[in-house]
């Protein structure tokens, strides 16, 4: 997707959701009638109309725009790197797989901090209601529940 339509998409999604606030608005006006929610209305409306407006001005100056840019700002260089002429021996592309294993080190590294933050998190839990392993551990044998506090037949 080119900046241009991500630009455009990015302007509906605006109006839709100026739309949507306008619409609560006035259906919260309609129950409180608090002037607040009048006022949000309106701007809201009003905001939607503008960013149509914006969205067909800004459609009409970039048609030519699009292809003047992809001519001009797109040499031929920067359309293909070693490893697509077939030199995976180059020092870029040697580059870019050291850069590829650090990002997934990275996510590896967050997910794995993540992880341990919440089990940490569960121990704190547990040692905060006094409940030790074994307990925790009898309680999941028994399907999670607690045999002693089940009401029994003709109790409340």
């Known amino acids: 997707m080119s900046l241009r339509a991500f630009h455009l998409v990015f302007i509906a999604v605006s109006v839709v959701l100026a739309a949507f606030i306008a619409a609560w608005a006035m259906g919260q006006y309609q129950l409180q009638h608090q002037v607040i929610y009048a006022v949000t209305a309106v701007v809201a409306i009003l905001a939607s109309a503008g ?3 914006y969205g067909a001005i800004f459609q009409r100056k ?4 699009v292809i003047l840019l992809f001519v001009l700002a797109v040499p031929r260089a920067a359309l ?9 021996d180059a020092p870029m592309a040697k580059a870019m797989n050291q850069g590829i294993w650090l990002m997934l080190g990275v996510v590896a590294f967050i997910l794995v901090a993540f992880g341990s933050f919440f089990i940490s998190l569960v121990r704190r839990a547990r040692l905060a209601d006094g409940v030790t392993e074994a307990e925790s ?4 044998q028994q399907g ?5 506090s089940d009401p029994q037949e003709g109790t409340a």
Do not use: E, I, K, Q
């Not at 293909?80 to 995976?88: E, I, L, Y």
């Open 51 to 53: 960013l149509v407006a």
């Open 62 to 65: 970039t048609r030519h725009l």
């Open 80 to 88: 293909a790197c070693p490893v697509c002429f077939g030199n995976s």
């Open 137 to 140: 551990a009898r309680y999941a």
């Open 144 to 148: 999670g529940r607690n045999r002693a």
